[in-house]
Every structure is written in C-alpha cells, then in structure tokens.
C-alpha cells in the first residue's frame, strides 16, 4: 500500500506535463476469498489477490484507455493512453470540471474478513448446507461466499489526489425442492460492508428458506389478473432499482431521443408521497463511497421528488452533455475499466403507512415478498417473487406459489397508493452493467402498495 500511495503522489505532480486535455489514473490492490457449494459438494474454494492500474486520457474530445497489472513504466502507459486518445479525437467528447481534492480515507481493513481462515467460513457454510439437506424433499442447493478488500487511489491532471478503500461480504443460498416432476426453489441473498457476522447468524433464516421451498410444492397458483399488490421492502427495493433506477443513468438517456422525450425533469411520474433516491454517503452501506471514480463528491441525488421527476444521475462526461449537475455517479468495478455511470444505495423514502394500515381494506390481494429473477426492457419490466401469500379480507392468508409481475414501471409508480413507514435496505447481490458486474451497491424501499398490478398465475 505505501509503494501505491508513494507512486500515486509521485505522478500527481507530473501529469501537468502530458501534453492532453485531461488525464487520470487509478491504482489499484485487491485481495478475496470464495467459497461455494453445488448441491452437498464443495464446488469451489479459494483466495485471490490483485494489483493494476489505468489511464484515461481526453485529447481533442476523444478518449484514450490503457489498463495494466505491472507497475514497471507507467509513463509508458501514459504515453499510450494520450497517443489513443489523440487517434480518437473527434471534439465529440466533453467533461464537466470538479473541484480538486486530497483525500485519505481510513483504512478498512480492521472491517475485512479477508484475512479470516478459511477454514472458519467453510465451517460457517458447512452448518448452513447440513441445515438445508436435513429437510425432507430438497433436490438441491447453492451456496456462495465471497470477501474481499480493495483500495484505490486515483490522481487526475486537475490536483487531485484521492485514497479510498473498502471492505466487501456477499453470501446467497438457494433451495430447491421436488416431488412428482415439480421443482420450486427458495433463497436468501445478505451483504455487507465487512460485518462477518451479519453472514455467520442466518441458521433460523436458512432454516425457513429450505421449508418455504418444500411448501410451495402443493401451495396453489393464484390466478392471474390485476389486484392490489404489496411488495416487501426487499421487492420493492429490486423494483426501483431494477426497474426506474436504470432509467435514472443518464448515459440511457442522452443517446437515446425516445428516453430524453419520456424522461422529462419536472414531469410528473407518480403520487405526491412518492420520494426515490439515490444516495452514496449514507454510512456503513455497500454503495457507499466519499467520491467516485472520476473524483467527484457523492452526493445524494433525489430521482423523483415528491412525485416529479427531479434529477438523474451522472457521469462527468454526461453531466456535460445534457447541462446537469454532477452527482458523483461514475463508478468501475476495477481498474480494468473505465468508470461508466452506476446507481449507488437507491431506495423510496419512507412514507406514514403502517403494513396494517395498508392490509385494511384489501378484500383480495397479494402480498410478495422477497425475488429471484427479473428482466427490464425500457420501461417494461417481470419480476418473479421469493414468496407470495393471498390477502384476504385485511389479512395475510395462505402461501401462493411464486408469482410473476409485469407491467409499465410509470404506470406502476403511478398506482403506488400507500407507503409504509418501515425503510429496510437490502445488501445481498450486486448490480451488471456494460460487462461490469457484480458492482457493490444497496437497494430498500419501505412496503409499498400498488393498485392494479398486473400478476402472472393459473
């Protein structure tokens, strides 16, 4: 760590020379563990560790990029990325400024569980498998741990000088259960930002996923149609990532004339009470950070205010184009590339409703909880549910098998009638994008009641 601090103060004072527009540079060292399992087998187990950087350079409005995993001649790397850049250059590109900054962040790693054992995870997953496979009618099972550590440090040709570092956790489990041809599943998925013991304390949780995926095998199909939805605060926090968050990135829009006629700042897109944000300082989160890649301050970003369309998130370059402020939303999942605009913690605010109060009233509904699966297309959007359970009569009733829903994601924000008081924010996972994925980030919603959504069943 101190060669990469020593190098990265080294450069910052000769980038000025670099006859370029802009340069920046990511340092990088890394290290993990994981572990999974394929049914009652170890199927992978390991350690890993890494150590790169790379270079951008802007050039006459063309960008140049060179990534590299050795230290020897960087000023060659440098060279490389101006020449790049100046064979690109077509005035095409632009770039919003942002203060400069020197900035240390304390180390993380005390929080990482990287240097644990691995013996003492493995026998932390051990208990979990031996847990699922002593319920009766499981086919199968996954299991899948991984750690890790990462600082970076980045240097750009404005004085820059910025040391970050972070600690990672993701676990998920999957059951699968079976009788006469039929397979229904059930998972968890919990995250962290280094807590290794939010990982070692899921016995009673894996013990109700195995069970739950055992019920669903004569649990009945809810028949399809439009009903009154309540999604949990995980689903509901997979929706607006998934299905609005997304839309919110602004290198979606800018290229795309259809999406910058629908995505109108000031438009309305759902009730009053409707508040969705994205927001990297809030503490202790996977999707947390002090500044992005690009170097720039995260900021929480109101999406929508108060049911309006209020703003979007951005890279330097976007922010640019569409005459935006910048929200410190250019991030990269390593140096082996280039930043590219990414959500952080996104989440509904929460509103004044009790779960209860929202269950009043309801003859028949649908109460979801949990997922396992989704496509978006636009503004189109298919969840698969963990759970599903009817609501009769302002009561949580029988478990359903798992449920699909599908519809406009405006016109569901739209029929977002009641929103609990009971913000949740979820950690397990991890966000694709541009080949970059699984990207830490936190999604969480309180519950939520939409009307008239549409739901896949008999």
């Known amino acids: 760590m101190t060669e990469l601090r020593n190098i990265a103060h080294e450069l910052s004072q000769q980038l000025y020379h670099y006859r370029a527009d802009y340069l920046e540079i990511h340092l990088e060292e890394s290290s993990g563990s994981y572990i999974s399992y394929r049914g009652q087998n170890l199927d992978t187990a390991g350690r890993s560790s890494d150590l790169g950087g790379n270079i951008r350079a802007l050039v006459n409005g063309g960008w140049g990029f060179v990534s590299f995993n050795s230290l020897d001649d960087i000023q060659k790397r440098i060279d490389q990325a101006i020449h790049q850049a100046a064979l690109a250059g077509s005035a095409q590109s632009q770039f919003a400024s942002a203060p400069s900054v020197t900035y240390a962040q304390p180390d993380e790693l005390s929080q990482s569980s990287v240097e644990r054992p691995l013996e003492d995870k493995k026998r932390v997953l051990d208990e979990y498998k031996d847990l699922i496979w002593q319920t009766k009618?499981?086919?199968t099972s996954f299991i899948r741990f991984s750690d890790g550590y990462r600082r970076r440090f980045y240097v750009n040709s404005r004085g820059s000088v910025i040391e970050q570092s972070r600690a990672d956790i993701n676990f998920n489990a999957t059951a699968i259960a079976s009788a006469d041809g039929e397979l229904q599943q059930s998972n968890i998925s919990v995250g962290s930002r280094g807590d290794y013991n939010a990982i070692t304390r899921l016995h009673s949780q894996i013990k109700d996923m195995t069970e739950h995926a055992v019920k669903l095998l004569t649990a009945p199909k809810v028949k399809g149609g439009e009903y009154t939805v309540i999604l949990d605060p995980i689903l509901a926090g997979v929706f607006v990532h998934e299905a609005f968050?997304?839309?919110?990135?602004?290198?979606h829009i800018y290229e795309n004339p259809q999406m910058r006629e629908v995505m109108v700042l000031g438009k309305k897109f759902g009730p009053k009470i409707l508040n969705i944000v994205d927001n990297p300082t809030m503490p202790d989160l996977r999707g947390s950070y002090k500044?992005?890649?690009?170097?720039?301050?995260?900021?929480?970003?109101?999406?929508?205010?108060?049911?309006?369309?209020?703003?979007?998130?951005?890279?330097?370059?976007?922010?640019?184009?569409?005459n935006e402020p910048l929200s410190g939303n250019a991030r990269a999942i390593s140096y082996r590339y280039a930043p590219i605009v990414r959500m952080s913690n996104t989440y509904i605010e929460p509103g004044t409703s009790t779960l209860e109060e929202m269950l009043d009233g309801v003859k028949e509904g649908i109460y979801v909880k949990n997922w396992y699966g989704g496509t978006t297309s636009m503004e189109m959007f298919t969840f698969s549910s963990g759970e599903a359970y009817m609501i009769?009569?302002?009561?949580i009733a029988e478990a359903l098998r798992l449920v699909v829903l599908s519809g406009n994601v405006f016109d569901t924000l739209h029929n977002i009638d009641m929103i609990g008081n009971d913000l949740d924010m979820n950690q397990g996972g991890g966000c694709g994008k541009g080949g970059q994925s699984p990207l830490p980030v936190s999604n969480g919603s309180p519950h939520i009641r939409i009307q008239k959504c549409l739901v896949g069943g008999a």
């Open 137 to 139: 009618g499981i086919k």
């Open 245 to 251: 968050g997304h839309l919110s990135e602004a290198d």
């Open 392 to 395: 009769r009569d302002g009561k």
């Open 291 to 322: 500044y992005d890649d690009e170097g720039v301050a995260a900021t929480k970003n109101y999406l929508i205010r108060e049911g309006k369309l209020s703003g979007r998130l951005h890279s330097r370059e976007t922010a640019a184009k569409m």
